[in-house]
């Protein structure tokens, strides 16, 4: 096999593996919801977001640092980032576990988390068990055993299915927590088996100056997954303490549509980066931006209108009847993927010009935005305003990306998109007073003519580049 074969074999593996973890929790939602009651869904879903939040404060994303520092290095050097960083995170989550003992011996700290109280041990082991496959999956791809980490997806995926299936049913939420740690550890020891990781571990190479060396490194990614969880999950606890567990339940699985929609987009974003990062100082490459970012705002905006109009539709087959009320927020929370997407879009100028203080002062801006419109809105809107706040901090973060890659390029016929924008929002306006299937489906196909009229110049070049693509493919050349 030759080197391109076996990138093209890789580069499809990680996309089959990766898309199967990421899309699961969508593929099981008609599942999830059938078998748990919307307050049960509901504490799932905080569940799972207090631990995403978790493991990044708890170990300082050490993770993040064991795929850069051992890359390229001899074995030796290897096992000193691996072990050394291993038993930094045994240390903090031991400091974590023996705190919450005391905690919950002495105050009782359980009976001030509201809905998930009964289940803070969950949490924190679901947190052990994400940062083994997380730190594992990382190594494993910084010493190019790529396969390994790419199958590991599959595997997730595949454990993830078959475990719900065999626990929720009977046990309901702590199946669910059951069947996530258990996919979890499964496939930390197919990573840890295969890569053969725990070659690598040896207590007599854990060094403090290497520890230091990664965590100056990964300290300051913190700020960042505080800031994620400010816009996308502080809303869950506000929503909890004012309307209870099962609003968190139909604002989760609302979420769930407009979140598919941000999958797609990040596999293709890591695509993207790559072309800035070649492109950026190139000629040409204010219209190279420009052409794509057209394409992007088009196929998102198709998205976002598609979701709006049939989302009750959507859910009435994916979800159980008990969630139905959740389809009159899906038109407004797929507006924030809109504007999330464009953020990451204009966010790799960022990349490619190292000045990554930019990505920190708009997700700063958004996340004080999210916090305040959270705590304003939802008050006033129940739902709908916490709906509404995820927009709005969505939107005033690439707002300021916008601003901030301006000065690296500009974006031309920005009016295209004022006008793509506004149809968006008229669609949201009037879905909610269109019961007849027929006369959405009609309003869709009428958008997507006005849509595909504005935009005609960048729908001839994507027919030239397809009918290019084609040839060269006949040809061999690709």
Request: net charge positive.
């Amino acid at each position: 096999m030759s080197k391109y074969q076996r990138l093209a074999s890789n580069s499809l593996l990680i996309f089959v593996g990766n898309l199967g973890s990421k899309l699961i929790g969508f593929v099981m939602l008609p599942f999830y919801t059938r078998w748990l009651s919307v307050a049960d869904y509901g504490i799932t879903d905080v569940i799972t977001i207090y631990a995403t939040l978790l493991l990044s404060v708890l170990t300082f994303c050490i993770a993040e640092a064991v795929f850069i520092f051992p890359k390229g290095e001899d074995k030796r050097k290897q096992s000193e980032y691996f072990s050394s960083g291993l038993v930094f995170s045994f240390v903090m989550l031991l400091i974590v576990a023996i705190f919450l003992y005391l905690s919950d011996f002495f105050f009782k700290i359980s009976s001030y988390l509201g809905g998930i109280g009964e289940y803070v041990w969950s949490v924190y082991w679901m947190i052990v068990a994400s940062l083994a496959l997380q730190y594992l999956t990382q190594f494993s791809r910084s010493i190019d055993k790529i396969k390994v980490y790419a199958i590991s997806g599959i595997i997730l995926t595949a454990c993830t299915a078959i475990l719900a299936f065999t626990l929720i049913p009977e046990y309901g939420v702590r199946g669910f927590i059951a069947a996530q740690i258990l996919s979890l550890i499964i496939t930390a020891l197919y990573v840890l088996i295969y890569s053969k990781a725990y070659s690598f571990f040896t207590l007599k190479n854990v060094n403090f100056d290497v520890c230091r060396e990664m965590l100056r490194y990964s300290m300051p990614l913190i700020p960042n997954g505080v800031m994620w969880w400010l816009v996308a999950a502080l809303n869950r606890p506000i929503i909890e303490s004012n309307y209870g567990m099962e609003a968190v339940g139909i604002f989760s699985v609302a979420n769930k549509f407009p979140s598919l929609v941000a999958i797609i987009f990040s596999v293709f974003f890591y695509a993207w980066q790559a072309s800035v990062m070649e492109e950026f100082k190139k000629e040409g490459y204010r219209e190279f931006y420009n052409r794509v970012l057209r394409l992007i705002f088009l196929l998102l905006t198709l998205l976002s209108c598609g979701l709006a109009i049939f989302s009750e539709l959507l859910i009435s087959i994916v979800a159980d009847e008990k969630y139905i009320e959740a389809w009159k927020l899906i038109p407004i929370l797929s507006v924030a993927v809109l504007f999330s997407s464009l953020a990451g879009f204009c966010g790799a100028n960022f990349s490619a010009a190292k000045e990554s203080k930019y990505y920190f002062y708009s997700s700063l801006w958004g996340a004080l935005a999210s916090v305040v419109l959270s705590f304003t809105l939802i008050s006033m809107f129940n739902l709908y305003g916490a709906a509404l706040a995820v927009v709005l901090s969505h939107a005033v973060t690439a707002a300021l990306r916008i601003k901030y890659s301006w000065q690296y390029v500009k974006i031309t016929q920005w009016y295209v998109y004022v006008i793509m924008l506004s149809v968006n929002i008229f669609v949201i306006l009037t879905v909610f007073y269109i019961d007849d299937m027929r006369v959405k489906t009609l309003m869709f196909i009428l958008l997507f003519l006005i849509v595909a009229a504005v935009n005609a110049s960048i729908l001839k070049d994507i027919k030239q580049l397809m009918h290019t693509y084609i040839h060269k493919f006949k040809e061999g050349r690709i």
